[in-house]
C-alpha cells in the first residue's frame, strides 16, 4: 500500500541555519503532498501542499517541491528561527487508499539560539 | 472562519469505562476523519465520515466506533477502554468534492489519558 518515510530526527540546528528534511513516499496513482507541523500541546497545521508533479508548495520561509522521477518531497527553508521548534510530518492523501492521510512518522526539530 | 473545534481537550478514565469524543468541522466542510496519535505508531486514520455516513475505516477494533450529524458535527466512541487506547485523538475536516477537497484541516486534539 501507499507509504511515507521521513528522515528520523530529532534534528538540531542553530538559528539561522539552513534546514532540510527528507521526504519519500510509495502510492500508486497521483497522490496529493502535505507538510503539517505540530508544536507543542497543539494539534496538526497545515504548513504547504503540492497537488501534481514539479508543483512547489511555499508558506512562512518553508518550500518543497512534488519530484515524481524521484517520489521525493523534501522540506527546505533557507534561515531558521527558534520559533520552527517543532514536529514535523509529511502525508500523502491517496484516493486509491478511500482519501485518508496518510502520513510519515514526523522529524522533531530543535532550534537553538 | 472558525476552525475545527473539539471537546473535551483533555479525559482521564479508567479501564472498562467508555468515552465519547466530538468534533465540530470548519464551516462548509462536509467530511470528517478522525485520526489516533500515539508516541509508538504515529498518526493512524480510524475512519472518515461524509453525509452522516462513515465512507472509510482504518484497521482499528469495533470498540472505536463513529458518527456524523446532519451539520457536519461527528463525534467518536471508545468503548471498555483499554490502557493502549490512551492518546491524542485528532480530528479533521475537508471539503466533500472539487478543488481542495484533498486538505484537511485539524483540530488541537483531545488528549485521553487510560489509568
Known amino acids: 500500500g501507499d507509504s511515507v518515510t521521513q528522515m528520523e530526527g530529532p534534528v538540531t540546528l542553530s538559528e539561522e541555519a539552513f534546514l532540510t528534511i527528507n521526504c519519500t513516499y510509495t502510492?500508486?496513482?497521483?497522490?496529493?503532498l502535505f507538510w503539517y507541523v505540530q508544536y507543542p500541546g497543539e494539534g496538526l497545521q497545515l504548513l504547504l501542499k503540492?497537488?501534481?508533479?514539479?508543483d512547489k508548495g511555499s508558506n512562512k520561509g518553508f518550500e518543497a517541491t512534488y519530484r515524481k522521477e524521484t517520489t521525493s518531497f523534501h522540506l527546505e527553508k533557507g534561515s531558521v528561527q527558534v520559533s520552527d521548534s517543532a514536529v514535523y510530518f509529511c502525508?500523502?492523501?491517496?484516493?486509491?487508499?478511500?482519501?485518508?492521510?496518510?502520513f510519515g512518522q514526523g522529524t522533531e526539530l530543535s532550534v537553538k539560539p | 472562519k472558525a476552525g475545527v473545534t473539539q471537546t473535551p481537550r483533555y479525559l482521564i478514565k479508567t479501564r472498562g469505562q467508555q468515552v465519547t469524543l466530538s468534533c465540530s468541522p470548519i464551516?462548509?466542510?462536509?467530511?470528517v476523519s478522525w485520526y489516533q496519535q500515539t508516541p509508538g505508531q504515529g498518526l493512524q486514520f480510524l475512519f472518515e465520515?461524509?453525509?452522516?455516513?462513515?465512507?472509510n475505516k482504518g484497521n482499528f477494533p469495533g470498540r472505536f466506533s463513529g458518527r456524523q450529524f446532519s451539520n457536519s458535527r461527528s463525534e467518536m466512541n471508545v468503548s471498555t477502554l483499554e490502557l493502549g487506547d490512551s492518546a491524542l485523538y485528532l480530528c479533521?475536516?475537508?471539503?466533500?468534492?472539487?478543488?481542495?477537497?484533498?486538505?484537511?484541516?485539524f483540530g488541537p486534539g483531545t488528549r485521553l489519558t487510560v489509568l
Open positions: 502525508a500523502l492523501h491517496s484516493y486509491n487508499q478511500g482519501g485518508k492521510l496518510i
Open positions: 503540492a497537488t501534481k508533479a514539479d
Open positions: 465520515y461524509f453525509s452522516e455516513t462513515q465512507r
Open positions: 502510492a500508486t496513482g497521483y497522490p496529493s
Open positions: 464551516s462548509g466542510h462536509r467530511s
Open positions: 479533521a475536516s475537508s471539503l466533500s468534492v472539487g478543488e481542495g477537497a484533498d486538505t484537511q484541516y
